[in-house]
């Protein structure tokens, strides 16, 4: 099948190749239930509040949780992620035992690496201190309202924010669970999202205190929303928010998901946002970007703040087909990247040298000084290797443009290709066509230097 990009101008046009499409793949996509996830954000809604800091809703919620994914299949680990959190600030008024429910898929043969799609159950009625005057539910920081974090009993529903997140996570967990993948597949429903990210703060140190190995974050927050409030319609299009690191990790699986959903769900476009979230506001991605992972927040385009964290926020507002869709991008990606080998390390700490010490990607001009080489090393193990493509732009272009398979090499030399106004990456394909994220080559910036003068 060949991927010309169909609807998109500028991105794909200039790198047409073959795509291998998995038959796997695409029947995980049909068993994603639009039903399932519509009951799913129905029961969510139905507890009275989720709010972690509740004295009943939060327990309630989670316990169904993981009962739900318990039964979808014995080999789905589950565990509720116990945390005590202590009395500190507003928000956390008073001591609370927080709970993040983990679902773990384990992987068979590369076990420690982990794909993580996440969400957050719990949720929010913000209700303004009598003193203030809410001007709409934004939550944009510059915005002079406060709040009542005292409220915790007050009917929060949330069926979009984050019920919507929640019941497709649980439904990728039902479906992804039928079938065995390379790496480690884990689905966490985190608490605490609405009081400051507090469950993936203390989820991603943790991971990085353990040396787990993310490979990447699929974080699902807002994405049951197709009409915002304004009038604005569109269930075509999902925001994909990274950051605003030019070649960072979470912008190359920003990419990465792109791709995917061109290859799988041409329906679908991902709208990758170079930002780390809608400006001024938060979601449970960047906690793990801060651990120095991948991580990225799937989120429709299209808010009604009038409904985000109040009373309102109801299944009613929310479109189970659209978060079915989204879903379904979620479940493309997660299948493909945990049976895709390990992206190729290119960067190396510099020996020798000003940079000695910094970790440099091994690009040079080669022996003739007017070449492009290209080394990397293979972050095996692998089985199941083809081998490796190259893939280069324009440095100010958003997507790669253009695509070299290489074979099963691990160095490549560009004849009178020039390093300095192109950027390179490279990617690991495996024999049924799986396809690695895409590893850049960076340059670290120059670092200032002291003159002593006299
Ligand atoms: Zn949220």
Redesign the pocket.
Known sequence: MRNYGLFLVGASLLCAQERTVQPRVREILDAVSEQRIAANIQKLAGFETRNTLSSQGNAAARQWIAGELRSYSPRLEVSLEHFKLKQNEERIFQDVDLYNVVAVLRGTSLPETQVVVSA?YDSLNLIPLASETAESGDSVADRPVKYDWTKVDAPAPGAN??GSGTAAVMELARVLSRYEFAKTLVFVAFAG?EQGLIGSTLHAAKAHRESRTIEAVLNN??IGGEVSGNGRVGNGVVNVYSDEVPDSPSQALARYARRIAERYLPSVRVGTVWMQDRLGRGGDHTPFQWEGFAAVRFSTPNENYAHEHSATDLPEFVSAAYTARVARVNAAVAASLAQAPKPPVVMEEAKTGALKGRLVPQISRGKSRYDAQLKWKNAGPETNLKGYAIVMRPTTAAEWEQEVFVGNVKEYLFKDVSIDDVRFGVKAIDNDGNESLISPYVYPPRVKREVPVY
Do not use: A, G, S
């Open positions: 957050h924010d984050d999202e927050d807002i």
